[in-house]
């Protein structure tokens, strides 16, 4: 099964992208998604409230991510520790979806937020890997416009690797500075010539 990797800043339009390929055929997984359902484990918040403190629990017990958040990416060190807690959990989680998926199709796409680069990472035996860019200030934009507080954006922003590191590790690279349907056009059109074995 070909594994297609979508990776990008956060606003950039990595969502748009895996949504045409999804709307194409392809099933897909949002490693965002998968590191949320983790966080839902108690053997992993308990591994949580001893490294960040209780306070990012909210009333019913659950993870409350923003709290979570505020603690996990203000530093390097921080953001490691948090990593060293629940990708290896995300990482299991991940190789099963990927077993089950195996049976029913011969592509997967996956969306990627927080790739770092590709010999360490779940995209280390990816067949492709896209990267979706757009400037930095548009994609704040988006981001607040979807509902997330701008300086919250920029403290993630701050802790992912930039376009310049995206543009060296992928395949392919899209340009997301347009409209929804260009992006979407460039990315039909791109898989309908890797389908082919011309991409």
Known sequence: MKKIFIIGGMGAGKSMATKALVEEGLPFIDLDEVGHEVLTRDYVKADLVEAFGEDILNAEGEVDRPALAAKAF???????????????????????????????????????????NRSISLAADADCIIAVLAPLDMRIERAVAAGWDEEDVKRRIARQITDAERIEVADVVFHNDSTPEDLKRQVVEWWDAFKAGNA
């Open 74 to 116: 203000v530093n390097e060190i921080q953001t490691s520790l948090l990593n060293s807690i629940t990708m290896p959990r995300i990482e299991e989680t991940f190789a099963d979806r990927i077993d089950d998926l195996a049976k029913e199709s011969e592509a997967v796409v996956v969306e990627y937020s927080a790739f770092k």
